[in-house]
T-cell receptor, first 116, second 114 residues
Framework: DVKVTQSSRYLVKRTGEKVFLECVQD?????MFWYRQDPGLGLRLIYF???????EKGDIPEGYSVSREKKERFSLILESASTNQTSMYLC???????????????FGPGTRLTVT | AQSVTQLGSHVSVSEGALVLLRCNYS??????LFWYVQYPNQGLQLLLK??????LVKGINGFEAEFKKSETSFHLTKPSAHMRDAAEYFC????????????FGQGTRLTINP
């Protein structure tokens, strides 16, 4: 079974702190993604990565950065946490396909981050 | 640009009744379409996917969805609801030519009444 793990299920941080969210997948997937989930807004893509050391901005990258030093690990960084970053953060991974095919994403359990 | 609209943020049905969750998409290329389910305090789990083979797709837990190109729809159905189906459901469309990302709808919370 594909397994995507996230470092914490619940996290409470103070405004201005630097926050690291870690995601690890064990299926040798090339693609990795970070989303935030808010009620009524669904999942919004923050950043994604197609390969080691590669990253691309998603729809809402402001206030976030990412790091992918190893294929299995994708980190989300909040440089200076703010209260409007209180949310559920979901990591996902998928196989990188050539054109004509598209694989589903596999999700981790999520990290519920509260910034006070 | 790709987009997904889920009609109804909340749907409530009685146990044993038909479940119908609506999803309409917009895509500039032939789409791949997905339904995911999220149980409380968990990540998303794939229910089913459409990848241009059969237009009627069967998934896990008795769910199925029909791809209708003329209506740009991919509605999710289950003939008889069970209490364990209470969850949030997300429809998603592939991100366009060459893109490896998904675009998600806003989600529909399904409540099952005993």
């Amino acid at each position: 079974d594909v397994k995507v793990t996230q470092s914490s299920r619940y996290l409470v941080k103070r405004t201005g702190e630097k926050v690291f969210l870690e995601c690890v997948q064990d299926m040798d997937h090339e693609n990795m993604f970070w989303y935030r989930q808010d009620p009524g807004l669904g999942l919004r893509l923050i950043y994604f990565s197609y390969d080691v050391k590669m990253k691309e901005k998603g729809d809402i990258p402001e206030g976030y950065s990412v790091s992918r030093e190893k294929k299995e690990r994708f980190s989300l960084i909040l440089e200076s946490a703010s209260t409007n970053q209180t949310s559920m953060y979901l990591c996902a991974s998928s196989i990188k396909r050539t054109s004509g095919s598209f694989d589903e994403q596999y999700f981790g359990p999520g990290t519920r981050l509260t910034v006070t | 640009a790709q987009s997904v609209t889920q009609l109804g943020s909340h749907v409530s049905v009685s146990e044993g009744a038909l479940v119908l969750l609506r999803c309409n998409y917009s895509s500039s290329v032939p789409p791949y379409l997905f339904w995911y389910v999220q149980y409380p305090n968990q990540g998303l789990q794939l229910l089913l996917k459409y990848t241009s083979a059969a237009t009627l797709v069967k998934g896990i837990n008795g769910f199925e969805a029909e791809f209708k190109k003329s209506e740009t729809s991919f509605h999710l159905t289950k003939p008889s609801a069970h209490m364990r189906d209470a969850a949030e459901y997300f429809c998603a469309v592939s991100g366009g030519q060459g893109a490896q990302k998904l675009v998600f709808g806003q989600g529909t919370r399904l409540t099952i009444n005993p």
